[in-house]
């Protein structure tokens, strides 16, 4: 017998795996919503084994009808949207299709519970990128908010919704503003499984050199099993709230980068660093304070990054 019901939107995506792996394990019935279930996307649910195991159903989250039909089939506890366009130097290249997805596919979710049953818990996926050029570090859930990205202000907007559908409805709502968090099945669009990909590739002479933009900047890194955790805790939690996700330190992307080399034995002149790589606008330092998630929730997170590559290099050699 389920204790619950939850739906995790976004489900083909390196969250929504481990998050369906966690509350399958809590004996869940875990219903997964995608574009398009047939599509081949869930290399995550394969790897860990859990594909038969989650409901997948269509749904596009653009259309409202949809969203509501997939509450009344199902009538969820909870509510775990992960879905967005994520990926930063493409809400460049498309800023117009990052901010209309990003907000109204939010909107949709949130206008769908109300309509539906209001007492459904809502677990909003926001972003460290919100808070971009922040004139004091550490972030905390109270920092101003200075996205610099199309990808940011898309999130920003996001999460302001739900903060108002929070204190205009009383709707139970939880933001959870995670930074940089990695694993062996991110896509390989981002930057650590892309380092770490074309890394393994030089160091068995199928790569000539690893081509990069600006790697003096520093950002916040975990490990991604360990952030889902605290998506559960929110909705656990006994009044809904925001909650940064993260470790508490920052490291330069060249650190990381030196550190796989030297554990791979790649010399630094296979490095290229490539101006035109950079981006329009970028962060120079970011890292936030966990404080808040770890005494009111019981989060827990001990990693170091360079524990983290560890074990993403390992996984990656194993399966390369």
């Known amino acids: 017998m389920y204790t619950k019901t939850a739906i995790i939107t976004g489900i083909s995506g390196q ?3 481990f998050l ?12 997964g919503v995608h574009r398009n279930k047939l599509s081949n996307t869930f290399l995550g649910l394969n790897y860990l084994g859990i594909s038969n195991l989650v409901i997948l159903e269509e749904c596009d989250l653009l259309d409202i009808t949809q969203i509501i039909s997939i509450f009344k089939k199902f009538n969820p506890e909870e509510v775990y ?4 366009q994520s990926s930063v130097s493409i809400s460049f290249q498309q800023p117009i299709g990052t901010f209309q997805y990003n907000t109204l596919s939010v909107l949709n979710l949130l206008e769908g519970i109300r309509l539906t049953n209001s007492a459904i818990k809502f677990y909003q996926a926001s972003s460290s990128e919100m808070y ?3 004139n004091k570090l550490p972030i905390t859930e109270n920092s101003i908010m200075h996205p610099v990205s199309p990808y940011a202000v898309s999130k920003a907007a996001s999460h302001w919704l739900c903060v108002n559908y929070r204190e205009s409805y009383g709707m139970f709502i939880c933001c959870g503003i995670l930074f940089n968090h990695e694993s062996y099945i991110r896509s390989n669009n981002f930057f650590i499984k ?8 030089i160091s068995k002479n199928k790569q000539h050199s690893l081509k990069v933009g600006n790697i003096d900047i520093k950002r916040d890194f975990g490990y991604a099993p360990k952030y889902v955790e605290a998506m559960y805790l929110m909705l656990q939690h006994n009044t809904p709230e925001n909650f940064l996700i993260c470790s508490g330190v920052s490291i330069s992307l060249r650190e990381i980068i030196n550190y796989i080399f030297e554990k791979l034995s790649i010399p630094n002149t296979k490095l290229i660093e490539d101006k035109n790589l950079y981006r329009p606008t970028d962060i120079i330092d970011t890292f936030g304070n966990p404080q808040k998630a770890k005494s009111m929730l019981g989060w827990e997170y001990n ?9 993403l290099l390992e996984e990656e050699l194993t399966n390369s």
């Open 15 to 17: 969250d929504g795996s």
């Open 20 to 31: 369906a792996e966690l509350l399958l394990k809590k004996n869940y019935r875990v219903v």
């Open 81 to 84: 949207n992960l879905s967005a």
């Open 132 to 134: 971009g050029s922040v």
């Open 194 to 201: 892309k380092v770490i990909q074309e890394s393994i590739q």
């Open 303 to 311: 990693f170091k990054f360079f524990e983290v590559i560890d074990i």
